[in-house]
C-alpha cells in the first residue's frame, strides 16, 4: 500500500497495527505521540467505539478511548523509520465476520487523520477445514459449511527404489480438504503407466494398508522403473461411498 496508510495483520492470537506517517513536509515522522482509535460499524451503518480498559466495543461513555503506538527504528535502533505499530493480543472484544475501522492520528502528520477498514477474523477470504474435515469458506462475512460433494479429495503419492530389498515400493496418502484420512479406505488399487509409450508398466492391482495409519502400500520386485524412466502413477480408493482417483508422475534419475 501507500507510504501514508495503515496496515492490519492478524497473527492468529494478535492483530498487529501498522502506520507509515509522515509530516507536512514529506518526512519521516519518528517522535510525538500516534494515537490508535477503533470501531466496529453495525448493521445500520452506526459505529460502535472500542473501550481500550476492558477491550471491548460500545456505545456508551469510554474509560479509554485510544492506545498509543510505538515508533520502530531500523540499524540496531538507531535509524527513524517513521513506522509504528501496535500489538493487540487481547482479542475477546472482536468477533468473526464484523467490519472495523482502525484510525492513526498525529498532531504532526500530514495528514493528521488515517483511515483503514478490516474485517476481523483468520477466516476472511479463507477456506476452514474442521476437526471433523469439512470444509468451510466465508463469503460477504458469512461463514458457510460446504456440501460433502464439495470436499475435495486428493492423494500424495511417494514412490522409493529400495536396491537393497530389490523392488519399487509406493506409499499413498489419501487427503480429504487438507486433513489425512485415517480410516474408511476401502478397494485401493494402484496402477503404473510408462511415459514412454503409455503401456502398464504395472498393471491395476490392489494396495495393503499400513496398520492404522489409513496409508496404502505397494512392492513391484518385478516391473520396476529403469535409470532415467518416468511413469504416471494412477491410485483410486473407495472414501465415503464414492471411487477417488488422482494422477502423480513418479520416476527414477541415474541413482
Known sequence: MGH?????????DRIIFRAALIDDGGGLLAGGDALLYLYELQTDGALKSYDWSDNTFKTTALTTETASLTHRKGDNDSTNTGYWTYVLSTLTGFTAGNVC??????????????????????????????????????????????????????ANVHFTRDETNSKDEYEVI?????????????????????????TDLIAETAMLQIGSTGAQKYDEPANRLTTGEAAVAIVSATIDAATRSWRHVVGRDSS
Request: hydrophobic share 35%.
Open 4 to 12: 501514508k496508510g495503515i496496515d492490519v495483520r492478524q497473527t492468529g
Open 174 to 198: 489419501w487427503i480429504k480438504n487438507d486433513q489425512p484420512i485415517t480410516s474408511g479406505i476401502t478397494n485401493a488399487k494402484i496402477q503404473v503407466i510408462k511415459r514412454a509409450d503409455g
Open 101 to 154: 475501522i482502525a484510525v492513526v492520528h498525529h498532531d504532526s502528520a500530514g495528514p493528521q487523520d488515517q483511515h483503514r477498514e478490516f474485517q476481523f477474523g483468520s477466516e476472511q477470504g479463507d477456506l476452514v477445514v474442521t476437526a471433523q474435515g469439512d470444509l468451510k469458506a466465508t463469503l460477504d462475512g458469512e461463514t458457510v459449511e460446504l456440501a460433502d460433494s464439495e470436499d475435495v479429495y486428493w
